[in-house]
């Protein structure tokens, strides 16, 4: 009899359905824990790489504020110094004129003086250039592929000259009529000296 009762009492501890329950539902409360740690994860690293990129784009916006802040400046200290000139009969070397035969004869010596802080693009600068003719502001025909003789910059407390010919801007004949006109050049919101020119086919 004892040994009858002892293994029924044995069978109760291994078969008892309260017991099993729990430790059923001790698994799945363990797996469901789990899964709430492994999302809290993922979620705190999506966090972090939220924050890593809000820096990012921070850092990316000041960085363009300040480049932009230096385009201004740099532009508000640019200075133009302008000439006129006319080509001699073999079309390498110039000379100063006041009467022209021709606009197409009319050639822009041109000075750019850096006083400021901020390095320039000497392409940029050629090919931003505009031609105020009689108070009207003209652009280029098309831009130009310059050849520089070996300036590609112009750093602060320089300066550079080079020549433009006025027929590379896109003024209209009708503007080049035979009377006086005035001529200036405007570069980065900068403008140069102002010059009176005439037009005289017959000189």
Same mark, same amino acid.
């Given at each position: 009899?004892?040994?009858?009762?002892?293994?029924? *009492?044995?069978?109760?501890?291994?078969?008892?359905?309260?017991?099993?329950?729990?430790? !059923?539902?001790?698994?799945?409360?363990?797996?469901?824990?789990?899964?709430?740690?492994?999302?809290? @994860? @993922?979620?705190? *690293?999506?966090?972090?790489? /939220?924050?890593? &990129?809000?820096?990012?784009?921070?850092?990316?916006?000041?960085? %363009?504020?300040?480049?932009?802040?230096?385009?201004? !400046? $740099?532009?508000?200290?640019?200075?133009?110094?302008?000439?006129?000139?006319?080509?001699? /009969? %073999?079309?390498? $070397?110039?000379?100063?004129?006041? =009467?022209?035969?021709?606009?197409?004869?009319?050639?822009?010596?041109?000075?750019?003086?850096?006083?400021?802080?901020?390095?320039?693009?000497?392409?940029?600068?050629?090919? +931003?250039?505009?031609?105020?003719?009689?108070?009207?502001?003209?652009?280029?025909?098309?831009?130009?592929?310059?050849?520089?003789?070996?300036?590609?910059?112009? =750093? =602060?407390?320089?300066?550079?000259?080079? *020549?433009?010919?006025? $027929?590379?801007?896109?003024?209209?004949?009708?503007?080049?009529?035979?009377? =006086?006109?005035?001529? /200036? &050049?405007?570069?980065? +919101?900068?403008?140069?000296?102002?010059?009176?020119?005439?037009?005289?086919?017959?000189?």
């Amino acid at each position: 009899m004892r040994h009858s009762r002892l293994t029924i *009492h044995r069978s109760r501890r291994r078969l008892s359905p309260q017991i099993c329950r729990g430790v !059923a539902d001790w698994r799945v409360s363990l797996a469901r824990r789990g899964s709430v740690w492994v999302v809290r @994860q @993922q979620s705190t *690293h999506m966090r972090t790489f /939220a924050t890593i &990129l809000l820096l990012t784009a921070g850092m990316f916006v000041n960085t %363009s504020a300040q480049n932009t802040n230096s385009r201004r !400046a $740099s532009a508000g200290s640019l200075e133009i110094v302008l000439n006129l000139q006319k080509a001699d /009969a %073999s079309k390498t $070397s110039f000379y100063n004129a006041v =009467p022209f035969s021709a606009a197409k004869e009319i050639t822009m010596e041109v000075s750019f003086r850096n006083v400021g802080e901020v390095t320039m693009n000497c392409m940029d600068l050629l090919n +931003g250039a505009t031609v105020i003719w009689d108070g009207k502001e003209y652009k280029k025909a098309q831009l130009t592929q310059f050849i520089l003789a070996g300036f590609s910059e112009l =750093p =602060p407390k320089t300066a550079w000259q080079e *020549h433009l010919a006025l $027929s590379l801007y896109d003024i209209p004949s009708e503007a080049l009529a035979s009377v =006086p006109h005035t001529i /200036a &050049l405007k570069d980065s +919101g900068s403008e140069s000296n102002t010059l009176k020119i005439f037009i005289n086919p017959d000189k």
